[in-house]
């Protein structure tokens, strides 16, 4: 990250996607990118936008600081779908994991920033699809509604390899705050197997958006 693409002064910053639960845990962490310290601030909210836990954490400069299993470091009991919103006076960079308990494994969880923001988003790859040694690979969805009423957001597929004037679409309905995680997106949304190719997103109101696409 360029240290002066990271998170200014101010900006919140949002973190998708996170879990705390027996079978995953989130870690969320942050760098001071500035010369002096700073005071990071964390916010905790499940998928309906109720906030679970908020602290402040001092930080000093250029220090790096990662809370593991979040959840349960600030109390909070088990958590399936949540996301989390990081803010501080000074420049810096956050992100998080998440981490399947049984294999250790972690997924990156990228920090979104208003320039993350949009009434219209794409999310370039999605799929389901068979892979080698009969593996699953899909596609997961979290959307969030930033906005002040409850938007309703049009999820369109363009599919892989052909043009798509006339795409399968699924609406997604989500209140002020509202997190909707949506498990095999392609499954869930549009009945499809087999496939691969992109997804547009077309909101009401402002949403940030992110994905995971792995195999199982």
């Known amino acids: 990250v360029p240290v002066g693409g990271t998170v200014a002064p101010g900006v919140s910053a949002t973190l998708l996607g996170l879990s705390g639960t027996r079978g995953r845990r989130a870690n969320v962490g942050w760098v001071n990118a500035s010369s002096t310290a700073i005071t990071v601030d964390l916010e905790l909210f499940d998928a309906a936008g109720r906030l679970l836990a908020q602290r402040s954490y001092e930080q000093p400069p250029f220090g790096q ?82 906005g002040f009423s409850t938007t309703q957001a049009t999820v369109s597929f363009w599919r892989h390899g052909q043009s798509n004037p006339t795409p399968d679409s699924a609406v997604i309905s989500a209140g002020p705050g509202e997190m909707v995680a949506v498990g095999d997106a392609m499954t869930e949304l549009f009945g499809a197997d087999g496939v691969q190719g992109a997804l547009a997103i077309q909101a009401d109101q402002l949403v940030v958006a992110s994905s995971r696409t792995y195999n199982t």
């Open 65 to 146: 600081r990662q809370i593991n299993d979040v959840f349960a470091s600030l109390a909070v009991e088990s958590v399936d779908a949540a996301y989390a919103r990081v803010s501080a006076n000074g420049r810096f960079q956050p992100y998080a994991s998440v981490v399947a308990a049984v294999s250790n494994d972690p997924i990156y969880v990228p920090a979104l920033t208003g320039t993350s923001t949009s009434t219209a988003l794409l999310i370039p790859a999605a799929a389901k699809v068979t892979g080698a040694q009969n593996t699953d690979w899909r596609t997961d969805l979290w959307l969030l509604n930033l």
